[in-house]
């Protein structure tokens, strides 16, 4: 039996060819997804692991919580006298504080040096120990030893010509000042660390333009030889401060690598959606051409069992066929699986998205969860028509038959239209009823599934509608037109997988449609500005305060209203605040206060949002619980509450409470008034011109903000269209799959249509059309529902500001436009095929 | 019995000639000869019969007359145009604006009507059917009452007769069958053969049909033997019991 089917397999090569690609794509999809994370991962961990590799304890104070995010948690600074007493303790070779913090560097024309993708500008302090170091060494030069010098990371310097011995300006939190360039420095080999540049600075000085004097981030501790890691802890741990307490470098290193996995767990998730598409587009192909290879195989199955094989071995050998179909393309898959992740990163680095890489990492654990997946998913897709094959009767098959016209089951369509009805109905529950987002989520896969399951019943219909301008085209045209509604199951199963691609991106662009356009009247409606005043870049970390009174300066600037942002502890709950300037912020963010008012925060007040007031029973003059990583707890009072506009947050305080709760901080924006009768563009030059000192921020009119706004909704609208096209390519190669079987099942009729006079070129012509039909059904029906996701979807978002709703409907045409295209070239190889019928198969009868 | 020596009436004109055709399957040793050398003239206005044994060449001069294969050496003619020679596209305009088919079986195709079949050849030319034309065919065969049914919903018989309808609604110069009737029973086959009959007589169409069966054969003005490629003997206006004798004399 094994020999039989291996045989039926090669002698069905391009059949074996795209089933095997398109498992292989869905396969590769996975495999490539698990490969970059790991390599991402493990390049994470590299340079965290270099920066505190020589350190083999720390000393620090205890976090007042630990920030549910990521690397995010901070905590209050230790004093630098705990560093006396550390050093006496039995066993310590080295100690030595360090302080880390905002540092931008600006090139020699004072050009603010920005990191790709906005990576972090960090400084530090460099110790004096070179095992603290780790593996931070010096490239060139020598280490920074006055106040005023400064080493730098290789590539900030050879890319911006910064040599040594010149003099540069550093921004910090605090005012900017003038460092000598006394070496360059590399990570272990690497120029940088991970895309982020970097200054070092001596300790003293480290302390005074990163921190406080005084004060450290940490302590360091290295041991000397003979004394293990733990030992050095315990023995540290007896003479800390009680609010502070002494780990091993190691659980330093373990909490680093922690929080990177979990920052990486959403880019993880992420793929993987992205190959779970995939591999579900994958597998109607499969299931398709399992069912095309069944019909086409029927006679033979039929003899098969009148000569006495039983339905199980029927069974067992078209199983057998998808295992080492399955097993082969996903051993492809996974070769491929390499070269996508290649693909991704430097797809990433294209769009701006700039993650730090290693060599990638091909882990036993991809290559065993990719197999077993491809190969399971081939199995299953295969099962139900090769059930389907055993019942085959011996009459049934041996009837002289040629494919005709089959119509849709009625069961399957009320199934599939009940399933609808319940999706929506639970979507409808969520938008206008108060069932919990996981409804509309669950509803949300129901409605798709539904469509799915009904899609037959809609071939028909569609097909006329679509083929109606075809027709005219003459009789190649009308017999595309029936040729794609006579087996309404396969267009369907074929258009699907092209639906559910196209549903997911034009869902996307409605979706971010909607949100361009939300942010855009946001910025009209709720914000008074004539300027606006941003850091270098979009991910950038913010300016520094002195930018305000820089800007405040310029004659015809009337007023400037600064906000910040940060993350704190209210009533036990993380959650972002907004830190506002509390005399402009009224009148600037249009905060629609419906109580209270913004200018009575003074030290101890709060504002909350009118939805987390309802949700918390709050009242004006009730008391707030917020815990500050730097300084603990504090009780704040609410003096207002206002409805969220342009502000997001559940919190308001001004920017003064927030320097006294979580120290020194960036600005996130400044919005500028324009005096009256002042000219817009004289005084924003003038800003700039006043800028030209303080490379941290940009100043942008209104058009140039909304453009900036939306730009990283951009950047991730192309990355997961990118994403999403490769479910479309797998969708092509299922047409192409399909046509090539419908064509080869079509033999007899083709060469009667060339011996009636069909030319090759009509032929050829009937093909593609019959192509058009199918990729538009999927086109039309999956930007339909795209649409209606879309929609839903930006209306669920309502709570995240998505107060707008459109449909970007040029794009959507050009989307199905292509998708016509896109049915062209798919059916290039049949239509050759079919034009090379031998007319005389038509005439010859077996 | 009329034995006659093959002479061409010179008063007919040629709907369709061989001169010198022979058509070789395969190569060297396993080398098929269908055809060999032959020369034959189909006159217009006539229903002209081939038979032969199984294997003589019947269906390949078929093939060859009706631009369907090409042969060896020798030409073919249709009307006063060499066929051989013609390109792909050119033979295929030839085959849907001056020939007519019925093939043994698989002569519709399944997804349309008995109507849409009758004039695909023209709708693939993208010409308008003459509809009284059509209409008349349509009476002639009897499938009035059947013209919106699909193949699979018509007898064996009926969809030979939509076939024949088909040949003959382009008003093609020349019609081929190949075993119209192989597939029919005897009923069916004399609906069919009556119908080629009309055609020729009333309408003035020029038909060839293969066929074995003596029976069928005596519909015919004129019956060519074939024998190993080679055309052996002819006989005009022959009964079915004139045929027979004469099949039983060639295969002694
Ligand atoms: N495609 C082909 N390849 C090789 N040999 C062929 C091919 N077609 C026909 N032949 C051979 O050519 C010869 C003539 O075949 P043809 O089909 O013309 O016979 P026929 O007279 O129509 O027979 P039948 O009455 O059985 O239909 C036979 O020996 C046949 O085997
Ligand atoms: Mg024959």
Same mark, same amino acid.
């Given at each position: ?846 | ?67 369907? =294969?090409? @042969? !060896? ?7 006063? +145009? /060499?066929?051989? &020679?013609?390109?792909? #596209? $050119?033979? *295929? ?84 069958? =190949?075993? @119209? !009737? ?7 086959? +004399? /609906?069919?053969? &009556?119908?080629?009959? #009309? $055609?020729? *007589? ?51």
């Amino acid at each position: 039996m094994l020999a039989a089917t291996l045989r039926g397999m090669i002698a069905h090569k391009l059949r074996l060819v795209l089933t095997t690609a398109s498992i292989a794509l869905g396969v590769a999809f996975l495999a490539g997804t698990l490969v970059l994370t790991d390599t991402m991962g493990l390049a994470f961990e590299q340079l965290f692991g270099k920066v505190s590799a020589g350190t083999d304890a720390v000393v620090r104070t205890q976090a007042a919580y630990t920030a549910s995010e990521g690397t995010s948690t901070s905590r209050p600074p230790i004093a630098a006298s705990v560093l006396g007493d550390v050093a006496k303790v039995d066993g310590v070779r080295a100690v030595e504080g360090s302080v880390s913090g905002y540092a931008l560097l600006t090139d020699n024309e004072g050009r603010a040096v920005v990191a790709d993708g906005g990576a972090p500008t960090v400084g530090y302090n460099m110790p004096a120990d070179v095992a603290l170091r780790g593996d931070v060494d010096l490239l060139s030069g020598e280490a920074p030893n006055g106040p005023a010098e400064v080493a730098i990371d290789a590539t900030s310097a050879e890319e911006n010509g910064i040599a040594l011995g010149s003099t540069i300006k550093v921004l910090f939190q605090g005012p900017p000042e003038e460092f000598t360039v006394v070496g360059t420095v590399g990570f272990g080999g690497e120029k940088d660390l991970g895309g982020t540049t970097s200054a070092y600075f001596n300790t003293e000085t480290a302390q005074r333009v990163l921190g406080s004097p005084g004060l450290f981030d940490t302590i360091g501790v290295g041991a000397e030889d003979g004394v293990s890691q733990a030992e050095l802890a315990d023995r540290l741990a007896a003479v800390v401060p009680a609010d502070a307490e002494a780990v091993t470098g190691a659980a330093v290193s373990q909490e680093n690598s922690d929080a990177i996995s979990e920052d990486l767990k959403f880019v993880r998730v992420l793929f993987l959606v992205f190959a779970g598409i995939a591999l579900f587009v994958g597998s109607f192909i499969i299931w398709n051409t399992f069912t095309m290879i069944v019909t086409q195989r029927s006679r033979e199955i039929a003899l098969l069992r009148a000569v006495g094989a039983t339905r199980r071995q029927v069974l067992r050998s078209l199983l057998l066929e998808a295992l080492l179909l399955g097993a082969a393309a996903s051993a492809v898959g996974i070769g491929l699986g390499l070269l996508v992740a290649k693909g991704l990163q430097l797809l990433m680095d294209v769009v701006g998205i700039s993650l730090p890489s290693t060599s990638l990492q091909l882990e036993p654990r991809t290559i065993i969860v990719s197999m077993l997946v491809g190969t399971l998913v081939t199995v299953i897709a295969a099962i139900v028509p090769a059930r389907r094959a055993t019942k085959v009767l011996p009459v049934e098959a041996l009837r002289e038959s040629t494919p005709g016209a089959e119509r849709p089951s009625k069961r399957r369509a009320i199934i599939g239209l009940a399933i609808l009805v319940a999706g929506v109905a639970g979507m409808l529950a969520n938008l206008y009823g108060d069932a919990p987002l996981s409804v509309f989520g669950i509803g949300l896969l129901a409605m798709m599934i539904g469509v799915i399951v009904a899609l037959p019943l809609a071939v028909r219909p569609l097909s006329s509608l679509i083929g109606a301008p075809i027709t005219l085209r003459g009789m190649p045209g009308e017999l595309a037109t029936q040729n794609a509604m006579r087996n309404p199951r396969r267009t369907s199963s074929t258009a699907a997988a092209l639906m559910i691609g196209l549903t997911l991106v034009v869902s996307m662009s409605v979706f971010a449609s909607s949100m361009r356009a939300s942010f855009g009247d946001v910025l009209s409606d709720r914000l008074s500005a004539d300027l606006y005043l941003t850091g270098p870049s979009t991910q950038s970390p913010g300016f520094s305060p002195s930018v305000i009174d820089a800007v405040a300066a310029v004659p015809g600037v009337d007023k400037v209203s600064a906000s910040g942002f940060g993350m704190a502890r209210f009533d036990d709950r993380d959650a972002p605040f907004t830190a506002v300037d509390p005399a402009t912020a009224e009148e600037m963010m249009k905060l629609h206060t419906s109580e209270g008012s913004v200018r009575d925060l003074g030290e101890n007040g709060i504002m909350v949002a009118r939805s987390a007031a309802t949700s918390h029973g709050w009242q004006l003059g009730d008391t707030v619980t917020a815990a500050f990583a730097a300084s603990g707890e504090h009780q704040l009072r609410i003096v207002g509450i206002y409805d969220k506009g342009w502000i997001r947050e559940d919190y308001i305080i001004s920017l003064a409470q927030r320097t006294a709760f979580a120290g020194p901080q960036l600005l996130l924006m400044g919005l500028v008034d324009v005096a009256p009768g002042a000219e817009l563009a004289t005084v924003q030059a003038a800003v700039a011109n006043a800028l030209a000192d303080h490379p941290d921020a940009l100043v942008l009119d209104h058009a140039g903000y909304e453009k900036q706004g939306i730009g990283f909704l951009d950047t991730m609208l192309t990355f997961v269209t990118v994403m999403l096209l490769l479910a479309v390519l797998i969708a092509l190669l299922g047409i192409v799959n399909t046509l090539a079987l419908s064509v080869f099942e079509r033999t007899r009729e083709l060469g009667l249509l060339r011996a009636v006079g069909m030319t090759r070129g009509q032929v050829r012509a009937m093909v593609r059309w019959e192509s058009v039909v199918i990729a538009l059904i999927g086109a039309v029906s999956g930007a339909a529902l795209g649409i209606v996701i879309g929609l839903a979807l930006s209306r669920a978002m309502q709570v995240f500001g998505i107060n707008t709703l459109t449909v970007p409907a040029a794009q959507l045409a050009l989307y199905v436009a292509l998708a016509a295209v896109a049915g062209v070239l798919a059916a290039v190889g049949p239509a050759r095929s079919a034009a090379n019928v031998d007319v005389l198969r038509a005439v010859v009868t077996d | 019995m009329t034995l006659t020596t093959g002479i061409p009436r010179v008063t007919t004109a040629v709907a369709a000639r061989t001169v010198g055709v022979s058509k070789l399957y395969g190569m060297g040793d396993a080398a098929v000869t269908a055809l060999d050398d032959v020369s034959v003239d189909m006159l217009e206005g006539q229903f002209t019969a081939v038979m032969g044994p199984s294997g003589s060449g019947k269906s390949t001069l078929l093939h060859m007359l009706a631009g369907l =294969d090409r @042969p !060896t050496s020798g030409d073919v003619y249709v009307g006063p +145009t /060499e066929i051989t &020679t013609l390109k792909d #596209t $050119a033979l *295929t305009l030839l085959r849907r604006d001056r020939i007519g088919f019925i093939f043994q079986s698989f002569n519709l195709l399944p997804t349309m009507t008995a109507a849409e079949n009758i004039v695909l050849p023209m709708r693939i030319a993208g010409r308008r059917p003459d509809a009284a034309w059509v209409d008349s065919i349509v009476e002639t065969v009897g499938l009035k009452d059947r013209l919106s049914h699909r193949p699979a919903e018509l007898s064996g018989g009926q969809q030979q007769r939509v076939a024949a309808a088909r040949a003959l609604a382009s008003r093609p110069q020349i019609v081929f069958a =190949d075993e @119209p !009737t192989g597939a029919l029973d005897s009923k069916s086959g +004399t /609906e069919l053969l &009556t119908f080629l009959r #009309t $055609a020729v *007589t009333e309408l003035g169409q020029t038909v060839v049909m293969v066929t074995h069966e003596p029976t069928a054969a005596s519909y015919a003005d004129r019956v060519i033997f074939l024998a190993d490629g080679h055309i052996v003997n002819e006989m005009h206006a022959a009964t079915a019991d004139e045929i027979l004798d004469h099949m039983k004399f060639l295969g002694s």
